[in-house]
């Protein structure tokens, strides 16, 4: 049976988990400078390696991802990819990350770096499978343990942890 992912509980999950992401980044991940996986992750690589502006490389490869993930998930799953696309990630400065960013003390919660690693993973991990299981996508990374997923029946979250893995060692 398919799910209609545009159900107003499913959009309120997605815009749930979205938020959530968000909060996570502003409250334990950037205040402390921690590492990232995901597309931010790769781009940070790929700057160092080749110099290539972070946002031209983040617009670039979601571009992609997005493409990719039309083409093989089909036109709801682009849909909603779109829609979390212009709420969170980093092509068009985020709403939800921008709110947060502008309430100070959130950025304070904790300077203790394993704290931070803890609850920032907790709050991206949460966001993350809230959106996921709602059939849509944060974009970037996202897409790529989701079409494997589709062709192979490799496991999104493993294959998550194996992208996430790479990039951080990278890094």
Request: aromatic share 16%; glycine share 10%.
């Amino acid at each position: 049976m398919k799910t209609n992912i545009f159900r107003p509980k499913n959009l309120f999950m997605i815009f749930l988990g979205n938020t959530t992401m968000a909060l996570g980044i502003v409250m334990f991940v950037l205040p402390n400078e921690l590492m990232t996986g995901g597309t931010t992750g790769l781009s940070l690589i790929i700057d160092h390696y080749l110099h290539l502006p972070i946002s031209v490389f983040v617009f670039i490869f979601n571009f992609i991802m997005f493409l990719l993930g039309a083409l093989i998930l089909g036109f709801d799953f682009a849909l909603t990819t779109l829609i979390s696309t212009f709420y969170y990630p980093f092509i068009l400065y985020p709403i939800a990350l921008g709110f947060f960013q502008n309430i100070s003390s959130l950025s304070t919660i904790t300077d203790d770096r394993m704290l931070s690693s803890i609850f920032g993973g907790l709050f991206i991990g949460f966001s993350l499978g809230i959106v996921i299981r709602c059939g849509a996508s944060t974009g970037g990374m996202d897409i790529p343990p989701l079409i494997l997923n589709k062709k192979f029946g490799l496991p999104v979250s493993v294959m998550l942890y194996v992208f996430d893995f790479l990039i951080l060692i990278g890094q």
